[in-house]
């Protein structure tokens, strides 16, 4: 897959700005060129603010209301599961071995591998903070911040990864065997986003369908869909609702909810642009 898909794999960024204006002394076209970072920051930042800042000031304040209704009808039973909640010295140690040496992780964090290596009694201590997550549906102020890298596309413009404070990534794969386990309980013969699955494969089967069909005398019709910036469209209360209805640890949907949708900011190259959300 990663051989084939060579021809795919994005372009490095331009940590440069161009901005084409109609100059009034000179009566002719001119575009400006500038790598100042922060300028550069800015500029790549700009499109993606309209996106993320869209919307009226109502529609921000019902998405809150439903983060704030879920958590306030769960809080209860919170303490409970944070109790339960496998998240011991050993289980911590797994999780951070799954992760990859060469993933990146935000300024001032330690790299997972390096936590690793403390002691049994420093790993426990990390879960007691992971446990008050839980418990209070909460996480520490300072992760209430998106920093969002940007990646070139093959056909210009660019794709966002977020990279997640490593408090949050580290509970999250603690606690990955529960949600591991919903995602098989919940999968159907028909789903292709599941473990093991990929896009290549997803293709590959409809393909071959296809062909079959057509080496049979058959007629066959695909119906492909693509939707421009998809996660920044979902709708939050929907979402929630269907979560709940088909049985998702709805503790650990809050706490994605409290990380996923807080103010974001861009790091392009080295330098950080203003911040985009509220």
């Known amino acids: 897959h990663k051989i084939t898909n060579k021809s795919n794999a994005p372009p490095p960024l331009e940590l440069e700005a161009k901005t084409t ?47 704030r209704r879920t958590r306030r009808t769960i809080l209860e039973q ?22 990859s040496t060469n993933t990146a992780v935000r300024a001032g964090d330690i790299p997972f591998r390096d936590v690793g290596l403390l002691p049994d009694c420093a ?17 520490p102020k300072q992760d209430l911040l998106a920093v969002m890298v940007l990646l070139g596309k093959p056909r210009g413009g660019s794709r966002t990864i977020t990279i997640l404070p490593s408090h949050y990534r580290i509970m999250m794969r603690t606690l990955g065997p529960r949600l591991q386990q919903w995602d098989e309980a919940e999968a159907r013969c028909f789903d292709t986003a599941v473990r093991g699955s990929s896009a290549l494969k997803a293709q590959m089967r409809r393909s071959w369908e296809l062909e079959i069909a057509d080496a049979q005398g058959d007629k066959g019709i695909e119906f492909l869909w693509d939707m421009a910036k998809f996660y920044d ?7 929630a609702e269907q979560l709940v209805e088909h049985g998702y640890p709805p503790h650990l949907m809050v706490m994605g909810m409290v990380e996923h949708r807080c103010p974001r900011i861009f790091k392009v190259g080295s330098t950080l642009s203003s911040l985009l959300s509220d």
């Open 21 to 67: 204006y109609f100059d009034d002394h000179k009566h002719c076209w001119v575009t400006r060129v500038t790598v100042d970072p922060r300028e550069v920051a800015e500029h790549h930042a700009k499109p993606w603010k309209a996106i993320w800042c869209g919307g009226t000031a109502e529609e921000k304040e019902n998405e809150l209301e439903v983060c």
């Open 233 to 239: 469209t979902i709708q939050l209360e929907p979402l």
């Open 123 to 139: 790993l426990e201590s990390l879960g007691d903070v992971m446990r008050l997550s839980l418990a209070w549906l909460a996480v």
């Open 78 to 99: 919170a303490e409970n599961y944070a109790e339960q909640a496998d998240i011991d010295a050993a289980a911590i140690r797994r999780a951070l071995r799954e992760f």
